[in-house]
């Protein structure tokens, strides 16, 4: 890995920290903000209720294809620069999508909004990731990026609400305009340009167009599924393609000098165990949200700000979990804070699924809401930074759009059964009858997200073993002869300050508890 700047040459990565986190706000609400105006969007343009789905499945599927690109893109074009075109993509489509007159103009927006999801998530990721060297910083780093992100799911939702209810469904795009744009021009002036790698690197087209037709047409079937029948034309053609374009794309990887996505970095344990972390997360943590608005709006009759409001309990618990994830990662080490996050996040989904009852009020949801939100934010944040660990600056890009990959495919493959299972039962009832059988349905899966989260628990373990390395100089620094301590300076009779060696000795030889680099970089100041 490059070595960390120096002090000097440092940006001041506050202000850079901020814009990140901002951007992971806008992405994080523009994921709820759409769901509470659907009703409205169908009304006005004349969808008919089962394609309204079209909405959101648009936005979904392209943010899961286009991401390994994205990641890559940020690698070979600049982080930076990716980082500015995704947030205009992002402006332009939000336009677009406001001034939408027809269901395939909306639906057309939303699909070039999720591809500028998909560049932009990346791009935020391998920012950070390159500007904050492993270690507290970078843990903080994302600790910040993650509340924002925990944020943002209460402010779409909220604001998602207000916005439908007082001017239209429109604003629920065009919100994204000034906010989005702001943000870009800001980036151009805080955010440094990327340094030259000294490398010459290639794009792999035929790799590109492989893996983003394989991962798009994967994702599709799946959202599709429970929608239109796993039997559907649609749905069967989907999958098969996707995996005929997924194989091609391993075969032409495994070939190219300069590939998409180099299988050796699956070498690095610590991304590949973040790899599948975040695809367990997504497919558990990450299908709450649906079930919850499924429970409020369905069971309980809540109003779209209604159900806005009763986000706000689980999206405080989350932004509280990702600092204690940080925090914990710092003390503890990655691994163990995994473990911890699974642990605590599936006991609080078991007392979550008991307040999914008919008869049950909002108040029955919230300790099991609060346990599993920080559980939830913990997993967040560790996850992050064991997906980024190991890996060398110029391939953080790759790196992150593989692992967010992983998180977005979970997210569909965990909701395509989850849905399904959700919906055993409910079939040919009405009126009472469905609102108990769908309570009942939404219970039985709350329970099996949880018992999803006991396998992140495993996969948690693939992690490598703590282990510290042995260095001469540490027990000398410990147990230092009372001679030894005289050569110290004096601060009194020199007139200067002590260095402090000792104790910068003994800090030297401190190491991450999982035995990752991250603690070997030296803390510096932002």
């Known amino acids: 890995m490059s070595a960390p700047p120096s002090p000097a040459a440092r940006p001041r990565t506050g202000p ?6 901002l951007a992971q706000l806008i992405y994080s609400l523009d994921l709820n903000i759409v769901f509470v105006a659907l009703p409205e969007i169908g009304a006005d343009l004349g969808f008919p209720g089962q394609t309204q789905q079209l909405v959101v ?14 990641g890559r893109a940020a690698d070979l074009l600049g982080r930076r620069r990716m980082f500015v075109f995704a947030l205009l993509l992002y402006a332009v489509s939000s336009l677009a999508g406001g001034l939408a007159a027809t269901p395939g103009v909306i639906v057309a927006a939303r699909a070039v909004q999720g ?25 903080r780093a994302l600790a910040v990026w993650g509340g924002a992100g925990a944020s943002g799911l209460t402010i779409g939702a909220l604001l998602g609400g207000l916005l439908t209810e007082h001017f239209g469904w429109p604003a629920v795009f065009f919100v994204n305009v000034p906010l989005a744009g702001l943000v870009a021009l800001a980036a151009v002036a805080v955010i440094p340009r990327g340094l030259p790698s000294g490398e010459r690197l290639s794009f792999d087209l035929p ?17 599709e599924g429970p929608e239109v029948g796993w039997g559907s034309p649609l749905v069967v053609g989907s999958l098969v393609a996707a995996v005929v374009l997924l194989g091609l794309f391993a075969a032409l990887e495994a070939r190219s000098a300069d590939p998409l996505m180099p299988f050796r970095l699956f070498r690095n344990r610590s991304l590949t165990v973040g790899m599948a972390v975040t695809f367990v997360y997504m497919a558990t943590f ?27 309990v689980p999206s405080v618990a989350i932004a509280a979990g990702t600092q204690f994830g940080e925090r914990l990662t710092t003390r503890i080490g990655t691994r163990s804070t995994l473990l911890a996050g699974f642990a605590v996040g599936a006991a609080g989904t078991v007392a979550l699924a008991f307040g999914f009852d008919p008869d049950a009020g909002y108040a029955a949801l919230v300790p099991g809401l609060v346990v599993s939100g920080v559980g939830q934010g913990v997993v967040w944040t ?9 890996t060398a600056d110029r391939e953080q890009g790759v790196a992150n759009g593989i692992a967010s990959t992983a998180l977005n495919i979970g997210n569909a493959i965990g909701l395509a059964v989850f849905t399904v ?16 059988a769908t309570a009942r349905g939404e219970f039985r899966v709350v329970l099996l997200t949880a018992a999803g989260m006991v396998l992140g628990l495993a996969v948690t373990l693939a992690l490598r073993t703590p282990r510290t390395p042995h260095t001469p ?5 410990q147990h230092t002869p009372r001679t030894a301590r005289a050569t110290v300076p004096d601060p009194l009779r020199s007139g200067r300050p002590a260095t402090g060696t000792a104790s910068g000795a003994s800090a030297g030889a401190s190491s991450d508890p999982d035995g990752s680099p991250e603690a070997s970089a030296p803390v510096r100041s932002g």
């Open 473 to 477: 100089h540490t027990p000398r620094t």
């Open 382 to 390: 560790a996850m992050w930074i064991a997906a980024a660990t190991g």
């Open 57 to 70: 499945s648009a936005y979904v599927v392209l943010a899961g294809g286009f991401l390994l690109l994205g």
């Open 115 to 139: 591809i500028g999801g998909a560049l932009l998530l990346p791009a935020t990721l391998s920012l950070i990731n390159t500007l904050f060297e492993e270690g507290p910083r970078r843990n």
């Open 16 to 21: 850079i920290l901020a814009l990140l986190a």
């Open 286 to 312: 990450g299908v709450l949200p649906y079930f919850l608005t499924v429970l409020m709006q369905t069971v309980h009759g809540f109003s779209a700000l209604g159900t806005g409001l009763g986000f706000l």
């Open 207 to 223: 790799g590109a167009l492989s893996v983003t037709g394989g991962s798009t047409l994967l994702v599709l079937g799946l959202v």
């Open 421 to 436: 299972l959700a919906d055993v039962g409910t079939e040919g009832k009405t009126g009472e009858v469905l609102v108990d």
